[in-house]
Nanobody, 117 residues
Framework: QVQLVESGGGLVQPGGSLRLSCAAS????????MGWNRQAPGKQRELVAT???????NYADSVKGRFTISRDNTKNTVYLQMNSLKPEDTAVYYC???????????WGRGTQVTVSS
């Protein structure tokens, strides 16, 4: 059974930092592109960042320079370091795993991030 479990969300003041983690099980983690997406109330889910199996990263323009995605294949975990957080970063953050070769995609249940004073 495939599981993606996010953690690390919470309430933080503007300008603060959070580190999200997503632990994967049931997949060969190293061959998957891992991503973080988010969905704010009343808005569509949007891509935040991705990291390929060979470590190439991609970011939404809105988070470039503030967020960093990384992965540890020995721990089957992907991280999202979020710095200089803004109220508009408030959303539920979802982890996903994609392998286009095998047409597989999996999603976690999400973790809430709230940026507010």
């Amino acid at each position: 059974q495939v599981q993606l479990v996010e953690s690390g969300g919470g309430l933080v003041q503007p300008g603060g930092s959070l580190r999200l983690s997503c632990a994967a099980s049931g997949i060969t983690f190293s061959i998957y592109t891992m991503g973080w997406n988010r969905q704010a109330p009343g808005k569509q889910r949007e891509l935040v960042a991705t990291i390929t199996s060979d470590g190439r990263t991609n970011y939404a323009d809105s988070v470039k320079g503030r967020f960093t995605i990384s992965r540890d294949n020995t721990k089957n975990t992907v991280y999202l370091q979020m710095n200089s957080l803004k109220p508009e970063d408030t959303a539920v953050y979802y982890c996903n795993a994609v392998n286009h070769l095998f047409a597989k995609e999996y999603w976690g249940r999400g973790t809430q991030v709230t940026v507010s004073s």
